[in-house]
Nanobody, 122 residues
Framework: QVQLVESGGGLVQAGGSLRLSCAAS????????MGWFRQAPGKEREFVST????????YYADSVKGRFTISRENAKNTVYLQMNSLKPEDTAVYYC???????????????WGQGTQVTVSS
């Protein structure tokens, strides 16, 4: 099982930027597609973005398309989520997850990080 640790969350004003990182260990990182999900208070966890093993394929939720960019650095066993033009509605705990293939479906992911809090003030 791969272990995942997120970092980079924090408090930012609306319009600002943050970059989340997710470091993987324990298994061969390139065996996994990676995804980012988020859960706002009182809401279900939702898909944000996913990237294939090579990084050649990415998908985004409509709510973040054009503002967020997912990338991975396989030599460092790390996946990133660059978040620009942040809005108060982006406030949530952000989770990274690993899956056998890129997917928007949460149940396809079999390893999850502990989450990192992102708070966007208006």
């Amino acid at each position: 099982q791969v272990q995942l640790v997120e970092s980079g969350g924090g408090l930012v004003q609306a319009g600002g930027s943050l970059r989340l990182s997710c470091a993987a260990s324990g298994r061969t990182f390139t065996n996994y597609a990676m995804g980012w999900f988020r859960q706002a208070p009182g809401k279900e966890r939702e898909f944000v973005s996913t990237i294939s093993q090579s990084g050649a394929t990415t998908y985004y939720a409509d709510s973040v398309k054009g503002r967020f960019t997912i990338s991975r650095e396989n030599a460092k066993n790390t996946v990133y989520l660059q978040m620009n033009s942040l809005k108060p509605e982006d406030t949530a705990v952000y989770y990274c997850a690993a899956a056998p293939m890129a997917s928007v479906i949460q149940t396809r992911y079999n390893a999850w990080g502990q989450g990192t809090q992102v708070t966007v003030s208006s």
